[in-house]
C-alpha cells in the first residue's frame, strides 16, 4: 500500500515546499485539492520543485472549467512532471458550481462522464493528430488548429474521479483509471457498496482491478500521548459531523446502522449549530470511521481496518510528525502491507 499526503489549504509556494519535503520523506505521492487556490497552480509548483513524487489533483473541480481547458492544464503538468501527473476530477455540489463558479449545474454522473470522454477524445487528438469531433450530450469540441495544439509527449495521463454514490462510482469503474474514495467509510460500506459498484463499472468495459488504483484519504486520530490523541479526535468528530450532515453519506451511516442522525445533523447545520454537531457522534460510531493512536501504529491500524482494499492512502489531517527517520520508517511499513 501506497502512502501519500494532501495538501489542504495550501498556496502554491507552500505546495512547493511541502511537496519536496515529502518526496525526501519517501512519501510515494502528493495530492493538490481545490480550496483556497487553483489546484492546478499546486501542481505546476509541485512539479518544477520535485523529481520523484506522484503528483495529483483530489480533486480538481471538473464543473468549473470546461473540458479544453481542463486538458491544456493536464496536459503542460504532465509534460512538466515527465509524466508523474494523475488528473483528479470531482463534480462539488450544486450549490458551489452555481453560486460560487457561476457554472451549470444538473445530471453530475452523465455530465462528468461526458467531460471525461471529450478530455480523452482531446488527449487522442493531440496524439495522434487526427481531427478533432467530440460531439457528446453537454459539451462539443470539433476545432483543434496547430497553432493551438501542445507540444507532443508520450506521458500517459491517468484520470480520477471523486466517488461516493453508486452511480458515480460505477462511473469510475466504466471510464476511468482509478477512483478517489471518501474518507468516512468503513468496510462494511466498500463491500456492500463501494466495490460492487467499481465492478459492475468493469463488467461493462475491459478495465479490471488489476489495472485500476483504489485510493483514499483517510481519517487518522494520531498523537504522541492519549491528550494529544483525543484532541485529533474530537477533531475528526467535528469534520465526521459536518459530513454526515449532508445526504451523500446518508449510506455509509446506514451500513452502520446509524440510520437517525443524518437528518438531525441536516436541521442542525441549517440551523448553523456547527460548534455541536460533534455531540452526535458517539464515541462507537467515531470508532467505526476513525483509526486512532499514534503515528507508528498506524501502518497496523489500516490494515487491520481496511486490508487490502486500498492500494494508496492519505492521512485526512496529515502528520503530527516532523522527524524525518521516524515519517521514512513508518512509510515503509506502509509498502509492507
Known sequence: MKLDTS?????????????????????????????????????????????????GTAIAVAFARNPMSTAYAAWDIAAASQGRFTLGLGTQIEAHIVRRFAMPWGSPVERLEDYIRAIQAIFVSWRTGSRLKYEGAFYSHTLMSPVFTPPLHDYQIPIYIAAVGVRMT??????????????????????????????????????????????????????????????????????????ASTPAYKGVLESLNQFDIQPQLQEMSRRGEWDQMGSLISDQLLDEIIVSGTPEQMPKLVQQRFGNRFDRVSSYFGWPIKDADRMTSIIQAFDRI
Not at 495530492?31 to 503528483?55: C, K, R
Request: hydrophobic share 40%; charged share 20%; with cysteine.
Open 170 to 243: 460505477e462511473l469510475a469503474g466504466r471510464a476511468c483509471d482509478g477512483v478517489i474514495l471518501h474518507g468516512m467509510t468503513h468496510p462494511a460500506f466498500l463491500d456492500s457498496v463501494t466495490l460492487p459498484a467499481l465492478h459492475r463499472g468493469f463488467a461493462s468495459t475491459s478495465r479490471t482491478r488489476d489495472n485500476f488504483t483504489v485510493t483514499c484519504p483517510l481519517f487518522m486520530a494520531m498523537g504522541e500521548n492519549d491528550q494529544e490523541i483525543e484532541i485529533q479526535r474530537n477533531k475528526a468528530r467535528d469534520q465526521i459531523a459536518f459530513y
Open 7 to 55: 495538501l489542504i489549504g495550501h498556496s502554491s509556494t507552500k505546495a512547493s515546499i511541502d511537496a519536496r519535503e515529502a518526496e525526501s520523506f519517501g512519501f510515494k505521492g502528493v495530492w493538490a485539492t481545490e480550496s483556497v487556490t487553483d489546484a492546478f497552480l499546486q501542481s505546476v509548483a509541485i512539479a518544477l520543485n520535485t523529481e520523484t513524487v506522484d503528483i
